[in-house]
């Protein structure tokens, strides 16, 4: 959908939005439309009856959810859902004139996104915690709320309860954030906790994971690093103004699930901790974007967030670097973001004017740096047969490309092999690979190669 089709499919021919944005009524109630009720879902409901008179305080009127979108109506439900209209026909929820604002929680792109578009083509507030449709569409959503002078609030979408959205929204309104780093995905951070710290098995503490609500329905979207990736563009695009590229895969985007043991290991004793990270940078030209796990040294903030937490740090012209951390999955936290969203949506709707403008920057296409001009330091690791000259002719190669080498270590491997680890100075990506395409020859297997993050 191109923003001139969500202007024009729905404008009046004085210009303005068909569907006025819908006015306040009186003291009367905000009324939710629940589109979702899992494990975000839950946590909503449980905030909302918790804390009904502190919020109605904050709003000015209370907050009740009066129907709910599932897809099974038979699944056991959080008690508070109990008494609340359930429903599988989401025209129910849409051709409500009593519903103000739709909390979309279900996750996916099909149907939430085609909701999402009719709620706000109906002057309906949105508020979702759906990164994957935002890094897909999130464009388009918002100019299309925009023109229809509603709220579209996105809190929960990036970094569980970590307010992030709104730092980069209001607070860093005034500064120009150039550059980016978190770690973004619960999930991931959990297993590789669990992994370094307790020895349990990937698998064990994938299942964790989704025992405790963290994993997205598909988990590969967690340990395949599209979660983070997806949440990076959402922040890239408040951030930098940079328009989520159509395919993810335009930028990089790694995950946690080819890592291996040993090289957890191998950091550990060269002083790492292995995270999964994302990192945005704005030279201008190009914003670098990038999704990864990567060594960071253990002394540093980076290697203390751990399990289901996440961080962020911004890096703004005049702010300096902000450093935020805080749960990052999980039903109660990513609850506490779409409840904030509530109460601002809430607060607009009563005070009859729409609450949220976007980024400091207009949102627009804006070029990738090319993976070659990464520059970074690198972890490599080889395994080579156990021969004389061996590790001479991987430095001379390294040499031949430019890559001089910061650390070197060999051991024993089994029988007559050997392992080689190498840790390089800052260096192009494209020299490394080059340098490691050059030996191929040599190595009876690929070499590991990881990024080194000084954050
Ligand atoms: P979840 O537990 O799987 O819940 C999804 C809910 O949506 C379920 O109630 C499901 O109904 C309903 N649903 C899904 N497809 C539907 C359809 N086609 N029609 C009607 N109902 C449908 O997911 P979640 O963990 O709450 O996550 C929800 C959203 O929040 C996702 O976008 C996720 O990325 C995001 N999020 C999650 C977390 C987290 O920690 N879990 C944190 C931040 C953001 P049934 O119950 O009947 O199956
Ligand atoms: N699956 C996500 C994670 C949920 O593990 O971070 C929070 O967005």
Redesign the pocket.
């Known amino acids: 959908m191109s923003p001139s089709e969500t202007a024009d499919s729905s404008a009046s021919s004085t210009g303005r939005p068909a569907t006025e944005r819908r006015r306040p009524r009186g003291g009367n109630p905000i009324r939710v439309g629940l589109?979702?009720?899992?494990?975000?879902?839950g946590g909503v409901l449980s905030l909302l009856e918790k804390n009904s008179a502190q919020l109605a305080q904050r709003v000015g009127v209370p907050i009740v959810v009066s129907k709910i979108?599932?897809?099974?109506l038979a699944?056991p439900r959080a008690p508070q859902a109990a008494g609340i209209a359930l429903t599988?026909n989401?025209d129910e929820l849409l051709n409500d004139p009593e519903i103000d604002v739709f909390v979309e929680?279900?996750?996916?792109l099909e149907?939430s996104g085609q909701l999402i578009e009719d709620a706000l083509r109906r002057g309906r507030c949105v508020v979702t915690?759906?990164?994957?449709?935002l890094a897909a569409r999130g464009t388009a959503l918002l100019e299309l709320a925009a023109h229809h002078q509603v709220d579209l609030a996105f809190e929960?979408?990036v970094g569980?309860g970590i307010p992030i959205i709104r730092t980069l929204r209001d607070a860093a309104a005034s500064d120009e954030v150039f550059a980016l780093a978190g770690i973004l995905n619960?999930t991931s951070n959990y297993i590789l906790t669990q992994m370094s710290e307790a020895g349990v098995s990937f698998e064990g503490a994938l299942s964790e994971a989704q025992a405790k609500?963290?994993a997205?329905?598909d988990p590969s979207l967690d340990i395949g690093g599209f979660?983070a990736a997806q949440k990076l563009l959402v922040l890239a695009m408040l951030a930098f103004g940079a328009k989520p590229p159509a395919d993810l895969n335009a930028l990089l985007v790694e995950g946690i699930s080819a890592l291996s043991p040993i090289d957890i290991e191998a950091a550990s004793k060269l002083g790492y901790s292995v995270k999964h990270l994302v990192v945005g940078r704005d030279h201008g030209s190009a914003v670098e974007l990038r999704a990864h796990p990567a060594l960071v040294r253990q002394s540093s903030v980076w290697a203390n967030v751990s399990g289901a937490q996440n961080a962020v740090k911004l890096e703004g012209r005049a702010l300096g670097p902000l450093f935020i951390s805080g749960r990052g999955?999980?039903?109660m936290p990513?609850a506490v973001s779409v409840v904030a969203d509530l109460i601002e949506v809430g607060r607009s709707l009563v005070a009859g004017v729409p609450g949220m403008v976007t980024g400091a920057r207009p949102i627009q296409a804006r070029s990738l740096m090319p993976r070659s001009e990464f520059e970074l330091r690198y972890y490599l690791r080889f395994e080579v047969s156990d021969r004389l000259g061996v590790l001479a002719r991987i430095a001379s190669a390294l040499a031949d490309h430019g890559v001089s080498l910061s650390q070197v270590s060999q051991s024993e491997g089994q029988g007559e092999r050997a392992r080689i680890i190498l840790v390089t100075h800052r260096a192009k990506e494209g020299a490394v690979r080059a340098a490691l395409q050059s030996l191929a020859p040599l190595l009876p297997e690929s070499p590991v190669l990881l990024r080194i993050e000084e954050l």
């Open positions: 589109l979702g009720c899992g494990v975000v879902g979108l599932v897809r099974d699944k599988t989401a929680v279900m996750g996916g149907p915690a759906n990164k994957a449709l929960a979408a569980g619960g609500g963290f997205e329905a979660d999955a999980g039903d990513t």
